[in-house]
């Protein structure tokens, strides 16, 4: 059974920082791309970051320069460090793993960000 557990948010003042974490088990967690994912309310589900098998890395353009995304194969886990957070980053943030045609998520965490 495949199991994605995403943990570290919580409310913060503008400026602040939160890491996220995200647990998987139930998987070859090397051999997955681990993606975030957030949905504010009334919005879509849009991608933050991806980081691939090899280690490269993509952001969402909104969040470049304040958010890095990591993994730790050995722990079977995927980080992401957000810093200079702002209102509008407040939201449901996902954890996702996928290879080839298999997508799993997490229940999701959520990050309220105050002004």
């Known amino acids: 059974q495949v199991q994605l557990v995403e943990s570290g948010g919580g409310l913060v003042q503008a400026g602040g920082s939160l890491r996220l974490s995200c647990a998987a088990s139930?998987?070859?967690?090397?051999?997955?791309?681990m993606g975030w994912y957030r949905q504010a309310p009334g919005k879509q589900r849009e991608l933050v970051a991806i980081?691939?098998?090899?280690?490269?890395?993509n952001y969402a353009d909104s969040v470049k320069g304040r958010f890095t995304i990591s993994r730790d194969n050995a722990q079977n886990t995927a980080y992401l460090q957000m810093n200079s957070l702002k209102p509008e980053d407040t939201a449901v943030y996902y954890c996702?793993?996928?290879?080839?045609?298999?997508?799993?998520w997490g229940q999701g965490t959520q990050v309220t960000v105050s002004s």
């Open positions: 996702s793993a996928a290879r080839d045609r298999s997508n799993y």
């Open positions: 139930g998987i070859i967690f090397s051999i997955h791309s």
């Open positions: 980081i691939t098998t090899g280690g490269s890395t």
